[in-house]
């Protein structure tokens, strides 16, 4: 009897690994938009370098819709077995959660990393008469209503830019929305006047627009000349972070681990050159730093929106 | 430009790269010819592969999937009546009436050279319009988005001539069921019917692989035929459609061509409006428009030049622009950015060996398609041999597999099976799924670029000063008018022409007037769905509620004239009257039906491959009727369960790594 039961320990532990190592298996990457898109492009960068230092598989699945928060929301009820993570955009989930009775929020998941730094930015067409930003603020104080500024959404960053601006300034304009980069043919065929928009996505179409100021802290290395809002006088800041995430209860090794990987991807000078190349503002954080910039960045987005809806 | 043509041309006889065309253009066809998998998701799965190959070759290859799958879809279209992708929806009009006299080859042969010459003259606007049109795109704005879409939904009044009270029915409560989900104007959920599920809203392509394939699927069982259709090959067809083509239709083919690439241009308006503005048109300009719709060679060829032509034009503002004018051109725009590629009107000229060598490779990529073409016809028409039913039941495991991997949801699954219902309830109350299809895809647009320009007019101050303020705007109007107008015509020289002096006016119901039956039906059936969005209506707020009130008001005036009709008709001929039609074996559809819904819901627990083998197996015996013997039966339920799976395996898991539905229970999908 002692025999048998030593073979079967014995073939037990040969046959189920002691502690597989993880990953072990392919991990599923959840992207909340369509393939082809920004994010999408920014995935499959990092995941030539990935390929590098891990041996699991990334495998991509898109969960479209809602403006991101149906894959976001995948991410959320996902097992948290290390085997399934995401993309991710702010200030999304801090929106989302709030605005449309989204299936998680910004304390659901667990940060990996952040990749990009995407600040919003005012445009004009090329033929447009607005030399600088005071220019626009002052057409609109003289002409309330008349001025159309387009911008992606609703309850998106450019939205919540808009929000901000006339929560600080006197702004009376018309928004008008859009899914996404049609705004830049709006601006380009003079459906309106001003634009909301990513820095990103206005490099496309750079030989039609004029840039007229950046929402950040700085200058922008794309675009040297254009001075900031702050500079011009206005004290905004508004920027669209994509980062990737886990459900929330990972463990805690696990975590370490993607984030361990992550980390010498987004410091490995070649996948920065990629990224400069595909035109994505790069800006690399670590998943506590993220982290803790989504806590506190909430705070402020709710605030803003529970103003804003009185 | 020569000079850039010219040293494009290396690149173009390099093997290497006819390789990759061929093989994309292969590939292609048959991922369009797949119910389910669509042009963008092909071109998708095929973007990593691009990484490791060098620009030129990688955009090539990606140019020949989206060309092939486009014209792909069109096979389906002729041989099961389910357009393989949405830009073939007009195409079923007259490739399916066409299979089912045994002409499948004479529509599947008009489809590919149409679908060639479609993508040479789209290609040819690309190379000599491009700047012009893309500046010419510019002009379109929300009025002028919202007009197209209305003359697009206007075409549903031309095509239902003689029942248009049902077919306007169809269309808005295609536009109703596209309302679920969020808004686009305030972000709000909306009819969700309580499930976040339908935050997500209602997808087209599920929508219409059950509207399209599943409902054919049931009624196909229900039917005594053997086959799908019986399949007469005539010898020598390929050049008697080519003759035909030539000698005809010239004039369809250049305009529905110019059409597919103006509308391509139009980011949002893609090869479905396309298509179906295309068809419609050329039945309008034709001397003898109630031919179409009965199988005709012109209505494939209308439909399918200006599908393949959407292509070029899509192509426009994304070189131009940056801004996709379809959702494989995003794809396509977004592994082009990967390789450092910046759109813009120098595209010509700082990537011009890139651009270039892209566009000549397009006319290449045409011309290629009609040998490669003609083969994966030749062999695709060999299913109409393989027996009804288990070709039914093979397209039942294909419309699952095709729902799912849209995005992964089997909510999309479930979607597809309800719209399998309701399909099959319109074929037999006299409803239309290809209006119906048509509100779904056009339903956003619509109320998007509504809520613009409501937008805008909070500056212009006046909301007529947005609606028509452009010469398009204004043309497009006048088109809408016209199309919403001229079936009326139509009608009328039709009823002059049937009314004989002296006709017995106690003469029996003539054929092709619904009978009452259907109406009632068709009239319960949308009073179901009135009551059931309006009890959501509650919880909305005013501005998400406007469309749907007017389509619900609409849907209740239509209701209220179809009950008329259908009274009125029975006093005359009696509420079933009879119509010399064969009755479908109803055990036979509501086994499929039943079936069908226990498969989805045992991939949950089971898996995707178990699940599907036990459906194959018990479908394909019980419905197996007309098999010689007991052991016959099992025989063939075996063959049939280890030949598709193993089908199903090869091309998704294997080749394209479309990720399967996961049990819940166990770790293999």
Known sequence: MKKLLLLLALVLGLVVPAGAEYPDKPINMIIAFSAGGSSDVQARLMQKYWDKHSKAKWNFIYKTGAGGAVGFGEIAKARPDGYTIGGVNTPHIMIQPLAQKAQYTVNDFAYICQVVNDPQVVAVNKKSSFKNVKEIFDFAKENPGKLKVGLIGPNSGQHLMFLDVQSKYDFPVTPVFYKGIEQNMALMGGEIDVMFGNLNDVMRSLDQLNVLAIAADKRSDFLADVPTLRESGYDVESYIRRGFIAPAKIEKSKLDYLRSVFDKIGNDPEYAKDMITAGQPHEYRSGAEFEMFVMKENERVVNLFKNVKQ | ?669
């Not at chain 2, 998708?44 to 989206?66: E, K, N, Q, R």
């Not at chain 2, 995005?407 to 319109?426: E, P, Q, T």
Request: glycine share 12%; hydrophobic share 50%; charged share 10%.
């Open chain 2, 1 to 669: 430009m020569l000079e850039n043509i010219l040293q494009a041309l290396p690149h173009l006889v390099d093997p290497f790269n006819l390789l990759l065309m061929i093989g994309g253009l292969a590939g292609g066809i048959i991922i369009g010819a797949l119910p389910g998998l669509t042009a963008t998701m092909g071109v998708a799965l095929m973007v990593p592969a691009t990484f490791s190959l060098d620009a030129i070759p990688g955009l090539l290859m990606l140019g020949a999937i989206y060309v092939g799958a486009i014209y792909g879809g069109a096979n389906a279209a002729c041989l099961i009546c389910t357009p393989g992708t949405p830009s073939s929806v007009a195409t079923t009009f007259d490739a399916w009436p066409l299979c089912q006299k045994g002409r499948a080859d004479v529509g599947l042969n008009t489809s590919l050279l149409s679908s060639s010459f479609g993508g040479i003259i789209g290609t040819l606007l690309l190379l000599f319009l491009a700047a012009p049109l893309a500046r010419f795109a510019l002009n379109f704005g929300g009025p002028e988005n919202l007009w197209l879409c209305l003359f697009g939904l206007s075409t549903i009044a031309a095509m239902s001539t003689g029942n248009l009270i049902k077919g306007l029915l169809s269309g808005a409560l295609g536009l109703l069921v596209a309302t679920i989900g969020i808004d686009p104007h305030t972000a709000y959920p909306r009819f969700t019917f309580g499930t976040y599920a339908l935050v997500q809203g209602v997808e087209v392509i599920p929508a219409m692989i059950g509207l399209f394939s599943i409902s054919q699927v049931l009624v196909l069982i229900g039917s005594h035929k053997p086959h799908i259709a019986e399949y007469q090959p005539t010898p020598g067809v390929f050049w008697k459609v080519l003759k035909k083509l030539t000698r005809d239709c010239k004039m369809i083919l250049l305009r529905s061509s110019l059409i597919g690439g103006l509308v391509g241009m139009l980011p949002g308006a893609g090869g479905e409006i396309a298509s179906i503005i295309a068809y419609n048109e050329s039945k309008r300009w034709d001397k003898e428009p109630s031919r179409y719709g009965t199988g005709v060679e012109e209505g494939v060829a209308a439909s399918e030049s200006a599908n393949n032509a959407v292509i070029g034009g899509a192509l426009i503002p994304m070189f131009t622009l940056g801004i996709p004018g379809s959702a494989v051109a995003a794809v396509i725009l977004g592994a082009l950015m990967a390789k450092g590629i910046q759109p813009g009107f120098k595209v010509f000229t700082v990537s011009g060996d890139l651009t270039y060598a892209f566009i000549t490779s397009q006319f290449v990529v045409n011309l290629l398609m009609i040998p490669v073409g003609f083969i994966l016809a030749r062999f695709m028409a060999k299913l109409l041999a393989i027996r009804l039913t288990f070709v039914a039941i093979g397209i039942v495991v294909l419309s699952v597999i095709g729902s799912y991997a849209i995005r992964n949801s089997m909510l999309d699954v479930g979607v597809a099976l309800a719209f399998g219902g309701i399909g099959y309830l319109c074929s037999r109350s006299g409803l239309d799924t290809g209006t119906m299809a048509l509100g779904i895809i056009l339903g956003p647009m619509i109320e998007e670029n509504l809520g613009k320009c409501f937008q805008l007019a909070k500056s212009e101050g006046s909301v007529l000063n947005v609606f028509a303020n452009s010469p398009i705007a204004l043309f497009l109007i006048v088109m809408t008018l016209l199309s919403v107008i001229s079936p009326y015509f139509l009608n009328k020289k039709r009823k002059i022409k049937t009314v004989v002096p002296g006709q017995d006016m106690d003469a029996p119901a003539p054929v092709g007037e619904d009978p009452a039956w259907k109406d009632f039906l068709a009239v319960f059936f949308t009073m179901l769905v009135i009551a059931a969005f309006a009890a959501q209506t509650s919880e909305l707020d005013e501005l998400s509620f406007l469309f749907p009130l007017c389509l619900l008001v609409f849907l209740t005036a239509g209701s209220v004239l179809l009950f008329g009709r259908g009274f009125r008709r029975m006093k005359r001929w009696g509420l079933f009257p009879d119509e010399g039609g064969e009755r479908p074996q109803a055990r036979k559809v509501i086994v499929m039906a039943a079936g069908a819904l226990l498969y989805a819901l045992a991939i949950m627990p089971l898996g995707f491959y178990p699940a599907t083998a036990l459906f194959l197996f018990g479908m394909s015996y019980y419905q197996n009727s007309a098999a010689p013997s007991r052991l016959n039966r099992l025989g063939m339920a075996l063959v049939v369960t280890g030949l598709l799976c193993a089908l199903v395996w090869f091309g998704f898991t294997y080749l394209l790594s479309v990720p399967t539905p996961a049990s819940i229970l166990f770790e293999a999908g």
